[in-house]
């Protein structure tokens, strides 16, 4: 039996593990979380708690679930809370590719194949900088980084729910750092602008998306190197030696055979063809996003927007070449069963999308989280604070809101409208303040338990590798990381700043003359 489970960590980090392993199941927790959530909105309504939406200039009032409305709403909003939510449909639709291509054995042809002669102590710097430049595919990342790097850890000898750990680190992570510019950059640069505008109504001053493009790009190798250490030296010496539960089917590791490789030329010819016709395409159909000047943008484009479709037919064509070349896949319906076998384990995580699905729309129903948000920027209003006491709060309160509205882009709707203006009355850069919000943001996706690709992680983890697996131990493990890496993370970003070093073409640290 592994002793993933039976092992404590020492000291705090094992009493916050002990704590966490007496949470109920997750569809329990958030089942709790809504009754609490719809309590506290009777309470906070009666009190007629309100608040001005600095975005909007419109008065957030609470609202009350045990009320007509409230009920009405679930009545007739129940089904959609499920079906709508947002991680449900794209982690259901990727594990059919996916899994298809565990089934037809390819993920551990191609494990083997590239690890052969690949000196285990560079796996987890690998994973980690594949986690934090996989979020151009977006939320895809995590989905697809997550088994294989427990894939990957297994093979050469290292604890698998550690290589998940350090996968969904680098993924969550990565949203402010990474080699390419991506989606996240339009996105924080788009509500940067809409900030600045309300502001300075009618003005041209604005921020570019590649705003801070020089720091994200040298930041992807200082964040892939931290939570690889961090996770080598600190994570794996909790979690200790793996040994296989006697229940669960053991991983090949043998040399591949002569048909193997022929299935893995064959899945390979197979992607570029695929890849070929995406990239033709991308400029002949064209998949490209068409700029008001006739220039195409990969950024915004149905290409990027569709990166799920995209990423499931990679997937299903390379998993289905492999099957049919080692004669795994002999018929259709080989294919659907292979893919039937997959789904049948999700049962766990789609009761936790139910439940965190009905939570996550009263909690955005009722209005607490955006009141939440907007009492934080308050505070900081009220404090009077200035330099680097006003900046190290204003990462607080990023850090502590994101343990109630994890989604980057939502918070700083909401925030951005608060911050920009007041720091760039400060003399401070839109571009540097942005900065300054991904950088707080970001290192703490890592432990808020809102987020559902950690209940992802968990489910998978319980299926694969040890089914006593507990919450208290995958955040006990994902803790160091988090909280190393926004020391170290912050730290850099002094030194950056001191040496004046900008933080992306034509970014400036203070406001140009004449703006305001």
């Known amino acids: 039996m592994s002793n993933t489970s039976d092992n404590s960590a020492p000291g705090i980090l094992g009493k916050i593990e002990r704590v966490c392993d007496r949470l109920p199941p997750p569809g329990v927790i958030f089942f709790l979380l809504f009754v609490g959530t719809a309590i506290l909105s009777a309470i906070l309504s009666a009190l007629n708690v309100s608040l001005v939406n600095p975005a909007t200039s419109e008065l957030v009032t609470v609202q009350n679930f045990f009320s007509a409305d409230g009920i009405n709403w679930l009545l007739l909003s129940l089904v959609d809370n499920f079906s709508t939510f947002y991680p449900l449909g794209m982690v259901l639709v990727l594990t059919m590719a996916v899994g298809l291509c565990d089934e037809a054995g390819l993920f551990s042809a191609a494990i083997r194949s590239a690890l052969r002669n690949t000196p285990s102590v560079i796996v987890p710097l690998v994973v980690a900088f ?266 607080l309160i990023v850090a502590v809101t994101n343990f109630f509205m994890p989604s980057a882009s939502a918070k700083w709707a909401i925030l951005g409208p608060v911050f920009v203006p007041m720091l760039m009355m400060l003399d401070y850069h839109p571009a540097m303040i942005q900065m300054i919000y991904r950088l707080a943001d970001s290192p703490f996706n890592i432990i808020t338990p809102m987020n559902p690709y950690v209940w992802m992680l968990l489910s998978i983890a319980q299926r694969d590798y040890d089914p006593n697996l507990k919450i208290g131990k995958v955040f006990t493990g994902l803790l160091p990381i988090s909280l190393i890496l926004a020391g170290v993370w912050f730290v850099f970003f002094l030194i950056w700043t001191t040496l004046q070093i900008p933080l992306g073409p034509g970014a400036a640290y203070t406001m140009p003359a004449g703006i305001l």
């Open 130 to 395: 594949v986690g934090c430049n996989g979020n151009i595919a977006s939320d895809c990342c995590n989905i697809v980084l997550i088994p294989l790097a427990a894939a990957v850890y297994y093979s050469v000898g290292k604890h698998p729910v550690v290589g998940m750990l350090v996968a969904y680190a680098g993924c969550e992570a990565g949203f402010a750092c990474n080699l390419m510019l991506s989606a996240s950059d339009s996105i924080a640069a788009g509500l940067t602008n809409t900030a600045i505008q309300i502001f300075l109504p009618g003005t041209d001053f604005a921020v570019d998306m590649s705003c801070n493009y020089y720091f994200t790009f040298t930041s992807t190798f200082l964040v892939a190197l931290t939570i690889a250490l961090v996770a080598d030296k600190i994570v794996a010496k909790q979690f200790g030696t793996y040994v296989r539960p006697s229940g669960l089917p053991a991983i090949e590791k043998q040399e591949l055979t002569d048909l193997e490789r022929r299935g893995m030329r064959n899945a390979g010819i197979a992607l570029l063809a695929y890849i070929a016709l995406v990239v033709a395409g991308y400029f002949l159909v064209p998949l490209a996003k068409v700029n008001e000047d006739g220039s195409l943008s990969f950024i915004g484009s149905p290409l990027l927007d569709g990166i799920i479709a995209v990423m499931f037919a990679a997937f299903f064509v390379m998993g289905v070449a492999y099957g049919v070349t080692v004669k795994k896949f002999r018929r259709m319906t080989d294919i659907e069963n292979a893919i039937s076998k997959q789904m049948s384990l999700m049962g766990s995580y789609l009761t936790f999308c139910f439940f965190c699905g009905q939570f996550n729309a009263l909690f955005s129903w009722t209005r607490i989280g955006t009141v939440i948000a907007i009492s934080g920027a308050d505070l900081i209003q009220n404090v009077g604070l200035t330099g680097l006491p006003l900046i190290v709060l204003f990462m």
